[in-house]
């Protein structure tokens, strides 16, 4: 025997309240808001008591009509649970990104009567998947740049001495310097270990008679070499 609807919100309250960073939600069938728990009311903005007997699309992503791409909708239509990547766009608001976990409940004559669902917060991985999609394009960037350049083979005179010749790697070395990166992924750009970068580095220093690491990226990057 299936428990009385009002036990079951309470049930739904003792569980999930204590959830620390998980919202979750009861949906009707029309799109009613019938639960939901105190993680989800801060995620999207809104008192609890208002958010209640509130159409989901309304008062979560202040919509007049449902979300083209619509959890409940895809649920109660495959009767399946459903797993997506959704985000939340709030006035004056950085976008937010969750993964939404959808199961159906079930009347008595199997029809999908509600919709249950658990969001986990993605904003934090978003933001380092996209340091690191970055970092990598800039690696692909000054890869392809020191092929393009064909600096295998070549040797530059800097200034009017021959013995401020940089060699080829050198200058392959200094080239990554003015890019910004560090020792460590020189090393593993050039495939060569961190001594030997921090030996080309030092006669880097000597040749540009320059001081530091900061001077000698200013120098490239002055240079063409950034």
């Not at 976990?101 to 999908?112: I, M, W």
């Not at 509600?114 to 000054?142: A, C, Q, W």
């Not at 890869?143 to 001495?161: H, K, P, S, Y």
């Not at 030092?202 to 990057?221: C, E, G, H, M, Y």
Request: include cysteine; hydrophobic fraction near 40%; glycine fraction near 6%.
């Amino acid at each position: 025997m299936n428990p009385p609807f009002g036990i079951s919100l309470d049930l739904l309250t003792e569980v999930f309240e204590i959830a620390p960073d998980i919202a979750v939600n009861l949906l009707n069938k029309d799109y009613t808001v019938l639960w939901a728990n105190r993680v989800m009311s801060m995620a999207v903005e809104q008192p609890l008591h208002e958010m209640i007997g509130k159409k989901c699309y309304a008062v979560w992503r202040r919509r007049g009509h449902p979300c083209p791409v619509c959890l409940l909708k895809i649920v109660s239509e495959t009767r399946k649970p459903c797993v997506m990547e959704r985000w939340l766009d709030l006035p004056g608001k950085e976008r937010r990104y969750a993964e939404v976990r959808a199961y159906p409940v079930f009347d008595k004559q199997g029809l999908v009567k509600h919709v249950f669902e658990i969001i986990i917060p993605l904003t934090d991985k978003k933001k380092d998947e996209d340091r690191r999609n970055k970092y990598v394009e800039s690696l692909e960037k000054t890869i392809a740049e020191l092929n393009a350049v064909g600096i295998a083979g070549q040797r530059r005179v800097i200034g009017d001495r021959e013995d401020t010749a940089l060699t080829t790697r050198e200058l392959e070395v200094l080239r990554l310097i003015g890019r910004g990166f560090s020792n460590k992924e020189i090393a593993g750009l050039l495939h060569i270990s961190p001594d030997t970068v921090k030996t080309h580095i030092k006669n880097i220093f000597s040749k540009l008679d320059v001081p530091d690491r900061t001077q000698a990226a200013i120098w490239a990057v002055s240079h063409g070499l950034g």
